[in-house]
């Protein structure tokens, strides 16, 4: 589906081999489950982004993935800002960051190395004050507006794209540009489906819920490894005292 624009992209698409990001299907475009409710975008997706983000992921860029899941765009944003960039990739699901550390060490662990990719476990919404502002912001997950702090953490020339509208419902892509004088420029791109940009709680009260529908599954003996998750993992502490690096 769709075809790949610049030349870039294509070769870090190829660079970066999705068989270390998800343990399903690797190479089928479509979504994959990894786990705590989150999944890795289909391939298409992946290249759509790294097009869309092309002209700013330059040699030495500061970005920002939000709900960075599997790793994947973190490690391709990494390979496309070179060694003297930095990615910083935050994700709300702890299991989820250290899977991801573990991707991106079967797939190259030097670009771990050195600071390159730093992963924090905290609320994305609230963007990553510490290193802003960002040449590039990605959003992994839907939101029904873009969340202004994270907008306020963009650099002007910058540019953040995300998923725009309610979870199940229509939703696009959209590109926000900063100008230097600090307006933004808003294109409205193609249509996606992404699960929500939401709290940890909310997360994983989709679980339980989803756990429901597949009752007459249950009766039958059949358990999934997120029905554990919900029911021997105490409840989250308040994200503020929780919010820590992962290396
Ligand atoms: N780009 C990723 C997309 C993962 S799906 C990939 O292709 O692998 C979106 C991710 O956002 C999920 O892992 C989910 O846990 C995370 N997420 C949802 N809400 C969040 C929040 N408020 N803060 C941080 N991460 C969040």
């Known amino acids: 589906m769709g075809t790949i624009k610049t030349e870039r992209a294509f070769n870090i698409l190829m660079a970066t081999n999705r068989r270390h990001y998800t343990k399903t299907n690797p190479y089928q475009d479509w979504p994959q489950n990894i786990g705590y ?18 002209d700013k992921l330059i040699e030495g860029a500061t970005v920002l993935d939000v709900g960075s899941g599997s790793g994947y765009l973190t490690s391709c944003f ?20 250290e899977q991801s550390i573990a991707n991106i060490n079967s797939d190259d662990p030097t670009l771990l190395t050195g600071g390159r990719i730093q992963f924090f476990v905290s609320d994305g919404r609230l963007g990553y004050p510490a290193a802003a502002p960002y040449d590039v912001i990605y959003v992994g997950a839907s939101t029904v507006e873009v969340p202004k702090t994270l907008l306020s953490q963009l ?3 910058g540019r953040m794209v995300l998923p725009v509208g309610k979870y199940g419902d229509i939703q696009y892509y959209e590109q926000l ?12 791109m193609m249509r996606v489906q992404f699960i929500p940009l939401t709290d940890e709680a909310a997360q994983m009260q ?42």
Not at 78 to 97: F, K, N, Q, S, Y
Not at 177 to 188: A, L, M, N, R, S
């Open 37 to 54: 409710r989150s999944r890795i975008s289909a391939a298409h997706l992946h290249a759509y982004s790294l097009d869309a983000l092309n």
């Open 78 to 97: 990494a390979r496309m800002v070179g060694p003297a960039g930095r990615v910083i990739g935050i994700e709300h699901i702890p299991e989820l960051v």
């Open 155 to 157: 650099k002007p020339g």
């Open 177 to 188: 540009d900063k100008q230097e004088d600090g307006t933004v420029v808003i294109k409205k």
């Open 206 to 247: 989709r679980i339980t819920w989803s756990l429901k529908l597949s009752h007459h599954h249950w009766h039958q003996g059949f358990r999934t490894r997120d029905f554990f998750f919900v029911r021997h993992r105490p409840s989250p502490p308040h994200y503020a005292s929780r919010a820590r690096l992962v290396t």
